[in-house]
């Protein structure tokens, strides 16, 4: 690896062409194969699903080709990208455990709903029998299933979650940091490509919201300040852990759960709950995203500038 051999100019401007190329691959086949327009919504979430897989992959190769690799160290680019084997509990427990901390309010606020129905069940069954626990065990496999088979499920917790931490983070950041950027700086700079390569967005809301565009900007704007948040989050844990799995995880889990829930009308305890969320989540931010808890006996640090080893 050669310190200077990619300049900060070429770097943005492959990551800018990366998210470019992210959402302008999804049109591609309306407006530049001229394809016809899929039969069902299903299909058309498919076919973009092909799309997302070829941008990941160009982008791939792309970050592959402008990385300073020396010949020998080839074997080193999945490290690089934050593809490892070695401490992946670690990278999959520990962020989960921290970004559910931000949601103890929504959790504490779905238990209390679970709590409720279970009573009310259990009241109009007549009791804890072994057939009202069949019957809940039956409806909650019922439910997987559903899920397991839902298409816009697998769109925004896996296939979403999966290419777009494998463009912005483990493409973009090797990039940054080889061009000479600083940690901070790249945590900060990689979700602006991340949010704009969300503004595609834009029409279908101004649409939704009957060609308003004061709503249909101030929801996008809402939505890319989220995506701001986020991305500086994911590039956090991306950067510190040196494992690509550990924002995928937590991005799964914050699509899974939406917004976090933040007050409740009678039910004090879900703010209680999400201010200790809060506050333990700044508490833990450090200490749990410690470098040495995912790269300590390791032979030698595969990551670009030794960042995953907090070098």
Known sequence: MEDGALSKPAAVLACAAMASFYVGILYAPTLLLRLPPPSSHN???IRRFICAGVSSLVSVVVSALLLPIKSGEASDLLGVYGIRTDHIWQALVFPLSLTALMYAGSLTFMSLLLIHSLREDVNCSGGLSFDYIKSISLEAA???????????HWR???VAPVTEELVFRACM?????CAGFQKNTVIFLCPIFFSLAHLNH???VYIKQQN??????????LQLGYTVVFGSYASFLFIQTGHFIAPVVAHMFCNIMGLPVLVSPGKGIISVAF???VLGFLWLLFPITNSGLYNDRTDNC???QGYCSGN
């Open 142 to 152: 019922a439910s997987l299933r559903s899920i397991s088979s839902s298409v816009m």
């Open 173 to 177: 950041i090797p990039l940054l940091l």
């Open 43 to 45: 299909n058309f979430l």
């Open 202 to 204: 834009l029409m279908d």
């Open 275 to 277: 201010i200790a969320g």
């Open 212 to 221: 308003n565009w004061t709503k249909a900007c101030m929801i996008i704007g």
């Open 302 to 304: 595969r990551c670009w």
């Open 156 to 158: 925004n917790y896996v």
